[in-house]
């Protein structure tokens, strides 16, 4: 979905850049021209990079289905064991 329909940016656009290291509004600005024309486009756009910065350092949700796919477990993770699902006694 277009975020800034002056300068065609896009949220996808706008999540990219927070992934690769944009982190205040002016540097979007710098690399996309996002909200540089009218303005309608700011707190929109500030709004997502920050969601995205938030989502980067906590590891949450960024609130996009395509963004927020579990990945693969790092090797470093420790293995769980997996327990048997019990099912209730009867009394
Ligand atoms: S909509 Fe982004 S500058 Fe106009």
Do not use: Y
Not at 32 to 45: I, K, L, M, N, P
């Amino acid at each position: 979905m277009f975020v800034c329909i002056c300068n065609a940016v896009s949220d996808r656009d706008i999540r990219a850049h927070a992934e690769s290291g944009v982190s205040t509004l002016d540097e979007l600005r710098l690399r996309t021209g996002c909200s540089d024309c009218c303005g309608q486009c700011a707190d929109e756009a500030e709004e997502i990079l920050q969601a995205t910065l938030a989502a980067r350092l906590t590891g949450g949700s960024t609130g996009h289905p395509t963004q927020d796919l579990p990945s693969a477990p790092r090797e470093s993770e420790p293995k769980r064991p997996v327990l048997p699902v019990m099912s209730p006694q009867p009394a």
